[in-house]
Every structure is written in structure tokens, then in C-alpha cells.
Nanobody, 119 residues
Framework: QVQLVESGGGSVQAGGSLRLSCAAS????????MAWFRQAPGKEREGVAG???????FYDDSVEGRFTISRDNVNNTVYLQMNSLKPDDTAMYYC?????????????WGQGTQVTVSS
């Protein structure tokens, strides 16, 4: 059974940093493109950062230059380093597999991890 577990969220002030992790069990990341999504209250879930199997990355314009996605295929974990956080980044963050180069999902969702940024 595939299980994705996101962690690393928390409450920070604007300008702060957080590093999110997404660990998988019953599933191997190395053959899939992965992405981080977020969903704020009252809004639709949106893609923020993706990474190809070869390591190439892509970002939503709202986080370009502030967020960095990376992967550790040995430990089956995907990370999201978030710097210069803004109140607008407040949301529940999720990771999942995607069709490469797109935000179209093709995997299961984890329970998410909450990020709250105060001004």
C-alpha cells in the first residue's frame, strides 16, 4: 500500500524559512516526476514546485526564486526548501506523483503538512 507522509510544516514569521519533507513507503520515487502542491482555505489546490526524474525542476511564478524542490532517491524522499516566506504562502502542503512537466497528478495524496506565515 502506497503511503506518502509530509512533514516539516509549522508557524513562522514573514521572511522566515521552512523545509518540508515527503517520505514514501510502499512506493519508489525514482521512476516518477514529483511535485508539491498547496491548498489555502477557500481556494483550490495548486501546484508550486515539480521535479523530473533527472532532477530538472519547475516552479509556479509565485514561488520562483524562493522555493527549491529536491529529491533523494536513495532515501525515497522529496524536499521543499521554502525561503523568504510570505503570508500568502500559508496553506496545507502536499506532495504527489505527477505527469512529467505538468501539474496533472497521477498518484495518491498524503495527509499534508500545515504552513502558517504571519506578518
Amino acid at each position: 500500500q502506497v503511503q506518502l507522509v509530509e512533514s516539516g510544516g509549522g508557524s513562522v514569521q514573514a521572511g522566515g524559512s521552512l523545509r518540508l519533507s515527503c517520505a514514501a513507503s510502499g512506493y519508489t520515487y525514482s521512476s516518477d516526476c514529483m511535485a508539491w502542491f498547496r491548498q489555502a482555505p477557500g481556494k483550490e489546490r495548486e501546484g508550486v514546485a515539480g521535479i523530473m526524474t533527472g532532477g530538472r525542476t519547475f516552479y509556479d511564478d509565485s514561488v520562483e526564486g524562493r522555493f527549491t524542490i529536491s529529491r533523494d532517491n536513495v532515501n525515497n524522499t522529496v524536499y521543499l526548501q521554502m525561503n523568504s516566506l510570505k503570508p500568502d504562502d500559508t496553506a496545507m502542503y502536499y506532495c504527489t506523483a505527477v505527469f512529467c512537466g505538468s501539474w496533472s497528478t497521477r498518484g495518491d495524496w498524503g495527509q499534508g503538512t500545515q504552513v502558517t506565515v504571519s506578518s
